[in-house]
């Protein structure tokens, strides 16, 4: 097996890297060939490593890594009964890993001949997307707690960060789902006191506390809840969702300002205006711009 080994990494170091440094010398371009060629390879075994982490395969690599370690150990100290133990689990371990992890790899092809094989590749989605069904994801989930009057608080995070606010809560860390948003402000559960902060498309963290707003001009019938949601809204740029569990309506603070009861199609356009189309429209338009003018100040030179 060692020997075996030798051999592949001799071949390698003759046909691979020999050839590589012999095309650069003859053009320099080559080497920029040869960069792509490690930028794939290293790119290749993190995805690799990631998709591992995920999968009960991430043990047994390890295993893996512990005996190749232990066959190199064993052939340099001339341990020859052990060598020639591990070399053949090492030759036959390969059959067995396919039997074993059959699922894993039909799901991994299976990922390749589907619109999943981005996500497999760690290419998401874009950003406005991303953002726009994370908008939908919430607006479900305010909806339907609205429908059993289930008190609830959530507030999405724009420019300026909270991390103070965060740090007060539960991490959780998890992708946007309505069904979890529901689940969360569930009544008498340890997470449904307090407000859902969602950062960077991730539900962060559940239970966190919010400044209270304490205006005189604010209605003194607003709750707890609501005087939080404007309190955060002023002392940031977040914008914070409201459901009542008093009446089931649902309001959105933004700005220091509630706009209360607050239909389906109004809570989804303000939260797409301000989350999405206010943040990353404007920064197309600036780009536009920049292009036209490019384009105006070549015209103005040729005239």
């Known amino acids: ?14 046909d691979i890297i020999l050839g590589y440094l012999n095309a650069f010398s003859q053009n320099p371009m080559n080497l920029l060939i040869l960069a792509i060629d490690v930028i794939i390879v290293m790119f290749l075994a993190v995805t690799i490593i990631k998709f591992a982490k995920n999968s009960r395969a991430w043990q047994l690599l390890k ?11 064993s052939y340099i100290l001339q341990l020859r009964i052990l060598n020639f133990l591990l070399s053949i689990v090492m030759t036959w371990g390969v059959f067995a890993l396919i039997v074993i ?22 290419i998401d989605k874009d950003i406005q997307t991303r953002t726009k ?14 429908k059993t009057k289930t008190g609830a608080l959530i ?7 909270i991390n103070d606010i965060i740090s007060t809560g539960i991490e959780i ?9 529901v689940n969360i402000f569930v009544p008498n559960t340890p997470l449904h006191d307090g407000a859902v902060v969602i950062s960077n498309n991730k539900i962060t963290a559940a239970a966190c506390m919010l400044p209270l707003a304490s205006d005189t001009d604010i209605a003194k019938e607003l709750g707890t809840r609501h005087r939080a949601a404007i309190g955060i809204s002023k002392e940031s740029d977040a914008i914070a969702v409201v459901v009542s569990e008093e009446t089931g309506k649902v309001s959105i603070a933004k700005d220091g300002t509630l706009i209360a009861d ?11 205006k301000n989350i999405v189309t206010n943040r990353y429209g404007d920064e197309r338009i600036t780009k536009l711009e920049r ?10 030179k040729g005239q």
Do not use: C, H
Request: aromatic share 12%; glycine share 6%.
């Open 101 to 122: 992890f059959q699922p894993e790899l039909r799901r991994a092809l299976e990922q390749l001949g589907t619109n999943k094989f981005t996500k497999f590749f760690g």
């Open 155 to 161: 507030v999405i995070e724009r420019d300026i960060k």
């Open 1 to 14: 097996m060692i020997d075996g080994f030798g051999i592949s990494m001799q071949k390698f170091y003759e």
């Open 63 to 73: 295993g893996i890594f512990f005996l190749v370690i232990a066959n190199v150990l």
């Open 173 to 181: 860390n998890s992708e946007v789902s309505p069904q979890l948003l």
């Open 262 to 272: 607050v239909k389906e199609e109004t809570l989804k356009k303000i939260l797409i």
């Open 133 to 146: 069904e994370d908008i939908y994801k919430i607006a479900i989930a305010a909806l339907e707690l609205a």
């Open 291 to 300: 292009l036209k003018n490019i384009k105006f100040g070549f015209k103005k």
